[in-house]
């Protein structure tokens, strides 16, 4: 049925090329990339953050969930002599991620930022052995 409309498939092209174009460039603001190792004795995720001052980043725990947060917002005014603005230009990044760390010694997690780059070690849960005892024979 398209190769009858010559038009149609090159519409649907071109309607998805720009949509394409426009969440990609929105989902590249909004997450913060990430990579997650696994060690023997817990995780480490490294969380790229470049251009934030370590006092723009948050690390909030709230039950099972780890968010990080990242806020910077950027504000060039330049004005001439007599206070008219020439140029004006306001631009706020944020990013925001959680993850889930059920599995985490949350009491344990460090974190340090260095260079761009946000890292937080994550020791696993110590397994917990059950209790032995034994049991009387009435």
């Keep these: 049925m398209y190769a009858l409309t010559p038009f149609a498939r090159g519409f649907f092209n071109a309607f998805d090329d720009l949509d394409d174009a426009f969440l990609s460039s929105a989902s590249a ?3 913060c990339r990430v990579d997650i190792r696994e060690k023997d004795n817990g995780y480490v995720i490294d969380a790229e953050l470049p251009g934030f001052n370590k006092e723009d980043i948050t690390l909030d725990i709230n ?3 780890l968010t990080i947060k990242a806020k ?4 060039n005014d330049k004005q001439d002599e007599n206070g008219k ?3 004006r230009e306001r631009s706020v990044c944020s990013y925001e991620r959680s993850f ?3 599995e ?3 009491d344990k997690i460090t974190a340090a930022y260095n260079s761009g780059i ?3 070690d994550m020791p696993k849960k110590q397994a917990v052995q059950p209790a032995s005892r ?3 024979i009435n």
Excluded at 72 to 75: F, M
Aim: charged residues 20%.
């Design 85 to 87: 603005y020439i140029r």
């Design 134 to 136: 034994r049991l009387q």
């Design 100 to 102: 889930d760390i059920s």
């Design 63 to 65: 039950g099972d969930c």
């Design 72 to 75: 910077h917002t950027a504000n």
């Design 104 to 106: 985490i010694d949350a």
């Design 118 to 120: 946000l890292s937080l």
């Design 29 to 31: 603001t909004a997450n």
